[in-house]
Structures are given as C-alpha cells and as structure tokens.
C-alpha cells in the first residue's frame, strides 16, 4: 500500500509539473530594437503571471535573419527591412512571415566629451571618412577637414551582422555594406558607448536610446544631410527631428517579422497582440520615437487578417519619413 502511495504521488508531481510547464517564446536579431523587446518582453511576463516565458537574443539583423530563416526563433527583432537574399533564405525554409513596424529609430553620430573641435558634421565628411578608400588613410581629424586637429581618429560601430551597419552605410557612404574595415566592429552597442566614451579622438555612430542612455559622457553631432536634405543646416537627432523627417538621412523604421507558424501559437499570438497594443507607451518610455496610434492599428488589423509578406523589404528606404511608411502600410 506504502508503494502504491509512493508512485501515486510521484505520477501526481510529475502531472503537474508538466502542467505548469513554462510555455517559451524565441525572439533573437536586432540589438537596436533589442531594449524595445526586452521592455515588453518583461512587462509580458507580468501580466502572464511568468505562464510564459520570453527569451530575446541579440545576434544583429543579418545573424537574426540566419536562425529566423532556418525556423529557429518565433520573432525576429530587425533594424533594417528583410533583404533580397533572406527573403530566399526564408522560402527555401518555406517560412512565411508577418512584417510589422514597430517604431522609428536615429542613428546618431558621437563623439567624445572632450572633442572641443566640432558640433556638427556633414554627410560628405562622414563619406570621406567612412568608405572604403579611406581604409589606411584617413587617420587623422585634419585629414577630412584641414580646420580640424591632427588628432588620430579612432572608429567605432557596428558589426557586419547589424541593421545598424547595413542602414549607415548606404545612408553615408551609398551602398549598403560598403565601409572601411579598420575600426572596432560590434553587435553590442554598449561596447562602441565605453569605445567612444574612452578616447578624445573617438567618433562612432550608435541608435538614439543608446545615446539617450549615454548623455553625460557623449556628445552628439548635428548632422548636415547634404542635397537632398529637406533642411540644410546642421540637425541634431530628437523626437520631433526624427518626426518631422530634418534628421536625414539618418531616420529609419524598426520591425518585428513573426513566422506564420509561430504565430498560430497562442503564446506568440498573444505576445504579438501584446507587443502592439503597448508599443507606443513602451517605445518613448526606452527613448525611441512610437509610430501614430494608426500605424499600430494597421500592423493588428494586418496580422488579424493573415497579411504575410514584405512591403518594405529588398528595397532602399534612406530618409523615409513616418508618413511615406504610413502610406505604405496603407496600401499593404
């Protein structure tokens, strides 16, 4: 009778750890919209009582896609719209994916605090020092412009794998990918921070919630967008500049592709739903700048109704302003 006992309750505790089995939803990419997704994640994991469980990695863009294209991960956190190459990747894999935008972002141009030699910089002399020919050769300040000191110029960010690298450079240089490869790389934004934090020579550029973050030991450039900027003085990155599109060309939307399967879950159905209702409070409270409620409306509607596919992706979209993605979405 005592065995007996002993294996009822045994099978009893086993029942019900199964039952109370946390359910987990994977989310990996972008470390752009990494503090975005970690805020809801947590603010989720709440409301659900920790039922279940939200994991977010930070691989960059193009490593996020890689797993997200193999269906290795529910969500993919994007700073950029899905390329050429992965959207083949993804209908090799037959994943399909829901595209929703989920906030607007500045890249912005830092230097050190004790760089008393400049306040803003022009697009052509981000150009010169960024492309590739100038790999080995601009290495001082007054190489770019002879008004500036012979200070070595030390560079800072993004790794290869980043949304962030992909957009600055075909925002700067004019061809995504296209950079010198003689400056420290990262996928972690708070190395090029301390990077840029530790030495008077230092310019970087990192996502506005990083410099938000960051204030009192960076500076912040203004930057004069060139031709095609609606303003030709110098702009720095704000709320309202990013809004009204005058900090170009150095603005761009964030994404969130969820995979059609993951998204018949209810765990990850939830979330996404989750995700948008909260995104504009969530968004400003991490220091990026949330899209109109409308924006936010259409992402649900699109998701309720099964709309799979890009709107955006494979295509340049430098400078575009929250009422062109607007129309876009609109349209989708």
């Given at each position: 009778?005592?065995?007996?006992?002993?294996v009822?309750?045994?099978?009893?505790?086993?029942?019900?750890?199964?039952?109370?089995?946390?359910?987990?939803?994977?989310?990996?990419?972008?470390?752009?919209?990494?503090?975005?997704?970690?805020?809801?994640?947590?603010?989720?994991?709440?409301?659900?009582?920790?039922?279940?469980?939200?994991?977010?990695?930070?691989?960059?863009?193009?490593?996020?896609?890689?797993?997200?294209?193999?269906?290795?991960?529910?969500?993919?956190?994007a700073?950029?719209?899905?390329?050429?190459?992965?959207?083949?990747?993804?209908?090799?894999?037959?994943?399909?994916?829901?595209?929703?935008?989920?906030a607007?972002?500045?890249?912005?141009?830092?230097?050190?605090?004790?760089?008393?030699?400049?306040?803003?910089?022009?697009?052509?002399?981000?150009?010169?020092?960024?492309?590739?020919?100038?790999?080995?050769?601009?290495?001082?300040?007054?190489?770019?412009?002879?008004?500036?000191?012979?200070?070595?110029?030390?560079?800072?960010?993004a790794?290869?794998?980043?949304?962030?690298?992909?957009?600055?450079?075909?925002?700067?240089?004019?061809?995504?990918?296209?950079?010198?490869?003689?400056?420290?790389?990262?996928?972690?934004?708070?190395?090029?921070?301390?990077?840029?934090?530790?030495?008077?020579?230092?310019?970087?550029?990192?996502?506005?919630?990083?410099?938000?973050?960051?204030?009192?030991?960076?500076?912040?450039?203004?930057?004069?967008?060139?031709?095609?900027?609606?303003?030709?003085?110098?702009?720095?990155?704000?709320?309202?500049?990013?809004?009204?599109?005058?900090?170009?060309?150095?603005?761009?939307?964030?994404?969130?592709?969820?995979?059609?399967?993951s998204?018949?879950?209810?765990?990850?159905?939830?979330?996404?739903?989750?995700y948008?209702?909260?995104?504009?409070?969530?968004?400003?409270?991490?220091?990026?700048?949330?899209?109109?409620?409308?924006?936010?409306?259409?992402?649900?509607?699109?998701?309720?109704?099964?709309?799979?596919?890009?709107?955006?992706?494979?295509?340049?979209?430098?400078?575009?302003?929250?009422?062109?993605?607007?129309?876009?979405?609109?349209?989708?």
């Amino acid at each position: 009778m005592k065995s007996f006992l002993k294996v009822l309750t045994l099978v009893t505790l086993v029942s019900g750890l199964a039952k109370a089995e946390t359910v987990m939803i994977k989310i990996d990419g972008s470390s752009t919209v990494y503090p975005i997704t970690e805020a809801m994640a947590e603010e989720f994991q709440i409301e659900q009582k920790n039922a279940i469980k939200v994991t977010a990695g930070i691989s960059g863009t193009g490593g996020g896609f890689k797993k997200f294209c193999r269906g290795e991960t529910d969500i993919q956190d994007a700073s950029r719209p899905i390329t050429k190459a992965e959207m083949e990747d993804c209908r090799k894999a037959n994943i399909k994916y829901f595209e929703l935008p989920i906030a607007y972002d500045a890249a912005v141009i830092v230097v050190n605090k004790k760089n008393d030699w400049l306040t803003e910089i022009s697009v052509d002399d981000l150009k010169k020092i960024w492309e590739p020919s100038a790999q080995g050769q601009i290495k001082k300040w007054n190489q770019v412009n002879a008004k500036w000191p012979a200070v070595d110029i030390k560079l800072y960010g993004a790794g290869s794998d980043s949304g962030t690298f992909d957009y600055f450079t075909e925002a700067i240089v004019g061809k995504a990918k296209s950079s010198r490869g003689d400056y420290t790389a990262s996928e972690d934004d708070n190395t090029i921070v301390k990077g840029v934090a530790g030495d008077k020579g230092a310019l970087g550029y990192i996502p506005m919630s990083y410099y938000m973050e960051n204030q009192k030991t960076l500076k912040a450039l203004a930057v004069i967008g060139g031709a095609k900027a609606p303003v030709k003085t110098g702009i720095l990155p704000s709320k309202q500049t990013v809004e009204n599109g005058t900090y170009y060309p150095l603005s761009r939307p964030l994404f969130l592709y969820v995979s059609d399967v993951s998204a018949k879950k209810p765990e990850v159905k939830t979330f996404v739903n989750y995700y948008l209702k909260h995104a504009s409070a969530v968004v400003t409270s991490v220091k990026y700048v949330a899209l109109p409620p409308k924006a936010y409306e259409l992402a649900a509607e699109h998701f309720a109704k099964g709309k799979l596919g890009t709107v955006f992706g494979s295509e340049s979209h430098v400078g575009l302003k929250i009422e062109d993605l607007m129309k876009k979405e609109a349209t989708f």
